[in-house]
Nanobody, 124 residues
Framework: QVQLVESGGGLVQAEDSLRLSCTAS????????MAWFRQGPGKEREFVAA????????YYADSVKGRFTISRDNAKNTLYLQMTSLKLEDTAVYYC?????????????????WGQGTQVTVSS
């Protein structure tokens, strides 16, 4: 079973940028659709962005559209989330998730593989 490990989180100020990474343990990563989800304090987990296995298509939540960019490097088994113009409301634990089958982008329940999460805190 593939293992996903996120990194790159931290404490930043509003309007700063941050790049998250998610590294997979197996080459099967290149066949998975991938996504980022987040869970803010006291909130339910929500979808952030998704990307197809090839990277040819991406999809974003309205709240991050134009500010966040999802990408992947299948040669490095790594998924990225470039975040710019960060806002206080972007504070959350960010999770990467992957799946081999199913509708795309799909809800969080359709993703089979999850990382442990990385904390992003945006301060004023």
């Amino acid at each position: 079973q593939v293992q996903l490990v996120e990194s790159g989180g931290g404490l930043v100020q509003a309007e700063d940028s941050l790049r998250l990474s998610c590294t997979a343990s197996e080459r099967t990563f290149s066949t998975y659709a991938m996504a980022w989800f987040r869970q803010g304090p006291g909130k339910e987990r929500e979808f952030v962005a998704a990307i197809t296995w090839s990277g040819g298509s991406t999809y974003y939540a309205d709240s991050v559209k134009g500010r966040f960019t999802i990408s992947r490097d299948n040669a490095k088994n790594t998924l990225y989330l470039q975040m710019t113009s960060l806002k206080l409301e972007d504070t959350a634990v960010y999770y990467c998730a992957g799946k081999g089958t199913g509708t795309w982008p799909g809800t969080d329940g359709t993703y089979a593989y999850w990382g442990q999460g990385t904390q992003v805190t945006v301060s004023s």
